[in-house]
């Protein structure tokens, strides 16, 4: 039962109070616990009520400041909001004889609102080498954008961010020198702390607009390669973007999710998700990883073999972006014969040193990114070899889901089921299966606990 008294806010409490103007609400649980909750531990929508919290009541600071001779709180309700114990709210005094009507307005619409928005703004970010992609609790995929930061130099040391995402990847290679465009990371690894942490910082603020009071926690899905250095680097970075709490768990884990595979059962599945800078391929059972390989070979070691091969064969210099277009456009694993394609690409040519035009055939295009299908297809093979016989039965049923960018890749789910002689199926949303992977899993506190990465 809910008992209210005055309540006096002597000095000892007021000493814990931060002059920045918080909200605090007060909180009722179920369990008979009750709560004091800080605005940047809560926050409130009306939808999203979580079963065992009731919101009592929400004030502000500057309302403690103005009760503080003498206010009326439900006693129950009152926790030191720094310590949140009930036992260690020193400073306030109980009155003898408490009054018993309520003086806490009734949960409002509003209050609700605000207070179950508190979960809705945990993160699930997959951090890629060539895209982010940003998944927030209750919404889905909230933003998707190339991993490219375009900084203005000003003056000596300082750089101020120009563009973050797209409008940066349309600078990339067309700057001028005092306009610097980067990709913070390369083969899945960050490789620029600080400008990473920019973009992070930037993707974070722009999704969370509105929702400004509370820091996050944050789902980071990363290759499963990375050192424990690299991988610290993943997590200051997002905690200096404004995290509460970083977890990450590993990329192909994440895509196994996203693909819909049941991977906390006894159960093998195998999942191949290339993206621009890692390839990861793994077998995963009982939420682990029973065997795998991360590459540091996907589409960016493709686009530049793209470059290479048409500046050896035709003294002809194009720019990433022209290799990246001709590889999703014609670029292709296995021929078409019945659909042989061209494309005219623009560039330098080197023996006049003009601007120029050239056409590229899909075949050429083939060839020119043959090695790293070559080194994928050969990861394929190494890890089925490693493969448990009883788990590569399962596979044998349930066959091979590929997810990432390149999955994309004309013929590759035909290649792969050419060299394996198992059944292949890309994801719907490639690029998107390891942000809606991670998404699930921040929403599921028991499958977080089994494939968070120490
Ligand atoms: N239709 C397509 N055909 C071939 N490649 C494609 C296609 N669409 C996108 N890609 C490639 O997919 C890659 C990006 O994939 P994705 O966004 O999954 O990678 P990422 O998550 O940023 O990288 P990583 O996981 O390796 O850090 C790029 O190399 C891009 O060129």
């Known amino acids: 039962m809910l008992l209210s008294g005055k309540i006096l ?37 009306d939808d999203l009520a979580p079963p065992h919290i009731q919101p009592i009541e929400i004030i502000s600071y500057k309302d403690y400041k ?12 009152l926790i030191n909001p720094l310590t949140h114990s009930a036992k260690e709210n020193k400073g306030i005094r109980p009155q003898k004889d408490p009054v018993t009507k309520p003086v806490t307005k009734p949960p409002s619409h509003g209050i609700i609102n605000c207070f179950l928005n508190i979960f809705s703004k945990d993160l699930a970010i997959d951090l890629g080498t060539a895209n982010t992609v940003v998944y927030m609790k209750q919404k889905g995929i909230v933003l998707n954008e190339p991993s490219v930061v375009a900084l203005h130099k000003n003056g000596r040391e300082k750089q101020e961010v120009l563009a973050v995402g797209m409008d940066a990847k349309k600078m990339l290679g067309k700057v001028p020198p005092n306009i610097s465009a980067i990709r913070p990371l390369r083969d899945g690894v960050i490789t620029n702390f600080e400008v990473a942490g920019l973009m992070l910082k930037h993707f974070i603020k722009k999704v969370r607009e509105g929702l400004a009071l509370s820091k996050p926690r944050i789902v980071i899905a990363i290759p499963s390669g990375l050192t424990s250095v690299e991988k610290r680097a993943v997590k200051e970075a997002a905690e200096q973007a404004g995290a509460r709490e970083v977890f990450l768990i590993q990329e192909p884990m994440a895509a196994a999710v996203g693909a819909k595979l049941l991977v906390t059962e006894p159960r093998c599945n195998m999942v191949i998700d290339i993206g621009g800078g890692t390839t990861e391929v793994a077998v995963i059972s009982l939420a682990g990883i029973v065997s795998g390989r991360s590459l540091r070979i996907a589409g960016d070691e493709m686009d530049s073999a793209i470059i290479h091969y048409i500046k050896k064969k035709y003294n002809f210099i194009i720019g990433m972006a022209t290799a990246e277009r001709l590889k999703i456009t014609i670029g292709n694993a296995c021929p078409d014969i019945d659909k042989p394609e061209t494309m005219e690409i623009k560039g330098r040519d080197l023996v006049s040193g003009k601007p120029n035009i050239l056409t590229i055939t899909s075949e050429e295009v083939r ?38 960018g390149v999955a994309l890749l004309k013929n590759l789910d035909k290649y792969i089921n050419e060299i394996t002689r198992l059944p292949v ?20 506190k028991n499958i977080l606990k089994l494939v968070a990465v120490k």
């Open 367 to 404: 060839e020119a990114i043959s090695d790293q299908i070559n080194a994928i297809a050969e990861a394929v093979r190494g890890v089925l070899e490693k493969t448990p016989p009883e788990l590569a039965a399962d596979i044998i049923d349930r066959g091979i889901v590929l997810t990432g």
């Open 9 to 45: 806010f002597t000095l000892p409490f007021l000493k814990y109070q931060r002059k920045d103007p918080e909200v605090y609400m007060l909180t009722k649980k179920q369990e008979a616990r009750n709560e004091v909750c800080k605005n940047d531990e809560l926050s409130v929508t």
């Open 66 to 77: 103005t009760r503080k001779v003498s206010t009326e709180v439900p006693q129950d309700n």
């Open 425 to 444: 199926r890309t994801d719907a949303s490639p690029l998107l299966t390891v942000a809606i992977g991670s998404g699930k899993i921040l929403d599921s």
